[in-house]
DNA sequence: GTCTATACGCGGATAGAC
DNA sequence: GTCTATCCGCGTATAGAC
């Protein structure tokens, strides 16, 4: 899947600059494939069509492309976090958009969950740095969501930790547990009939899990 | 944890050759904190307090020795769901049964849930050799489960897949994303107090999953 | 069966031309 | 801003002494 640019890129100064997002793209991809330790610098600037030093140049080590790779992930599911969550209609409503907001976002951006889930399980880079807190205003978001659940009388009477943790888990695996997710399914997950029968599926678990 | 062997070890053969515990349990840690690519066989020897071609004699390659460390827990875990699962006893009794023996077995291990998650994520060595299989058979274990409880009218008829892929991701993610749980509870999630009030949790959590 | 020593490639990162 | 060429360390793996 390299660029394909036409014709090779000459020296010196060029024109059109090569857009980031060229750079972010081949990341995201190889990073989801090896994981940070398992993906090189020239794995990456092949795939991006450009040199190793190109890809030095616009970003000084492979720390620094990996975490901005991941604070996008982890701004964009943020974002579509808040508003799902936010407080317009009842919290079933809630709830079922929540669940249908990460699961199209999810299932459209097929090394979304990959990424997020090893970077949980490595502690690597991204959760050793300062971006690691927009993941944990997601999570407060959830919580807070249940805990206006069980203020409403809605949801059982559990520690809410352990729910919403499990609500993590039931998003990030599906997607980012492939071999285990195909051995079930028969198939990928991320085919557009797959993505509608996944988004029904949690939203019944999603409610049965919490409702009283 | 450097092995405590008293005095240094000679040349030649020696009395009482290492034994292969000692190199397995180095691996799963180091490979547990790094992951495969991320571990070297340099940190497994130190760890083990070896020489890394005391290491290289008794294990021809990295991968042998990952897919050995893979295959002794995938095994340990397919024994208890097996034994767990087993037909004594009324559904809900089999589905209490089966999540105290995973979260006693994930909880006394701590590696073990972080080395079987990242393997699912990676699609490595293990998941790419023959002993995956033995990890086919747990899904289908736990499956079963969920079709006699259908069968007998207790499970809401829900597609039994995705119920499955929650019950992985439940364990699982708790055990091994440790910067996740950690921020949710606030401590490890690997004291005795703590596994208990997971077993409790997750009990509860798994009977309202898939209960009518 | 374990040691020391070493081959050899590939990784991240840099220098300097254009 | 991109290129070619290169440095240097550490990775896996091997050879041969003991």
Chains 1, 2 share one sequence.
Not at 129 to 150: P, R
Request: proline share 4%; with cysteine.
């Amino acid at each position: 899947m390299v660029v394909e640019s036409g014709k090779r890129r000459g020296r010196g100064r060029p024109k059109e600059p090569i857009p980031r997002s060229t750079f972010l793209r081949a990341a995201q991809g190889i990073f989801a494939d090896a994981g940070f330790q398992g993906a090189s610098m020239s794995a990456i600037a092949r795939e991006a069509g450009v040199s190793k030093a190109t890809l030095f140049h616009h970003f000084e080590t492979k720390e620094d492309l990996y975490i901005e790779v991941l604070t996008a992930i982890a701004s964009d599911l943020g974002r579509l976090v808040h508003e799902a969550v936010e407080d317009r209609g009842n919290f079933h409503e809630r709830l079922d958009r929540l669940a249908e907001a990460i699961i199209r976002y999810l299932g459209g951006t097929p090394r979304a969950a990959r990424l997020l889930l090893r970077e949980f399980v490595d502690a690597g880079p991204f959760m050793n740095s300062a971006a690691a807190l927009s993941v944990a205003t997601v999570l407060d978001d959830v919580v807070a969501l249940y805990q206006d659940g069980q203020d409403a009388g809605l949801v059982v009477p559990q520690d809410l930790r352990h729910l919403a943790a499990t609500s993590v888990a039931l998003h990030l695996h599906w997607f980012a547990a492939t071999p285990v997710t195909r051995h079930l399914l028969g198939g990928s997950p991320f085919t557009p009939e797959a993505i509608e029968d996944r988004i029904r599926e949690v939203k019944a678990q999603a409610r049965r899990l919490c409702t009283l």
